[in-house]
Antibody, heavy 119, light 107 residues
Framework: QVQLVQSGAEVKKPGASVKVSCKASGYTFTSYGISWVRQAPGQGLEWMGWISAYNGNTNYAQKLQGRVTMTTDTSTSTAYMELRSLRSDDTAVYYC????????????WGQGTMVTVSS | DIQMTQSPSSLSASVGDRVTITCRASQSISSYLNWYQQKPGKAPKLLIYAASSLQSGVPSRFSGSGSGTDFTLTISSLQPEDFATYYCQQSYSTPGTFGQGTRLEIK
């Protein structure tokens, strides 16, 4: 079946970096984009950015520009999201989602990866 | 960025009730409006896209309507598994902003 499986929980210190993976299966990886959405504890959903799995083009949320990098490895159908210079307010569950390419429309989601930033 | 405002923020209802959740956009988004359901500790699930199209596999008791700036999600007869948080999201322009969520609780 179509699914996205993410890497496990991470605990990082302020100023460090984190890289979360998202492995796709059950569909042609390069036919869709991948968006990343995060959710701080008890809060709503925040779109972080998008990457085309076809050609690697990216579009990042303005507030994260310069701190986030999204990449893909088409040989393993895996997307990656790296966030640098972590702060306590980056503590959140990070989701990858298959983006249908009609604006940001997400039909398949990963299970989420908890990233905790704490000294 | 387009602001999405949902009302109410929380709602108590009983099994079998008809429930309506409203979402308002800060500018016209045509029909580029999606609804997601999220249960505690789980990823969101797409219910409705393009304002009124039911995602495959979603029960027909869910329906969506609206265009421009005002939209609604209706659950015709609440089932126990429907108690969750619901988010609207616009896909008219980047970033695809979400509403703050409506928590649907059992009365």
């Amino acid at each position: 079946q179509v699914q996205l499986v993410q890497s496990g929980a991470e605990v990082k210190k302020p100023g460090a970096s984190v890289k979360v993976s998202c492995k796709a299966s059950g569909y042609t990886f390069t036919s869709y984009g991948i968006s990343w959405v995060r959710q701080a504890p008890g809060q709503g959903l925040e779109w972080m950015g998008w990457i085309s799995a076809y050609n690697g083009n990216t579009n990042y949320a303005q507030k994260l520009q310069g701190r986030v990098t999204m990449t893909t490895d088409t040989s393993t159908s895996t997307a990656y999201m790296e966030l640098r210079s972590l702060r306590s307010d980056d503590t959140a569950v990070y989701y990858c989602a298959r983006d249908l390419g009609v604006g940001e429309l997400f039909d398949i989601w990963g299970q989420g990866t908890m990233v905790t930033v704490s000294s | 960025d387009i602001q999405m405002t949902q009302s109410p923020s929380s709602l108590s209802a009983s099994v079998g009730d008809r429930v309506t959740i409203t979402c308002r956009a800060s500018q016209s988004i045509s029909s580029y409006l999606n609804w997601y359901q999220q249960k505690p500790g789980k990823a969101p699930k797409l219910l409705i896209y393009a304002a009124s199209s039911l995602q495959s596999g979603v029960p027909s008791r869910f329906s969506g309507s609206g265009s421009g700036t005002d939209f609604t999600l209706t659950i015709s007869s609440l089932q126990p598994e429907d108690f969750a948080t619901y988010y609207c999201q616009q896909s008219y322009s980047t970033p695809g902003t979400f509403g703050q969520g409506t928590r649907l609780e059992i009365k």
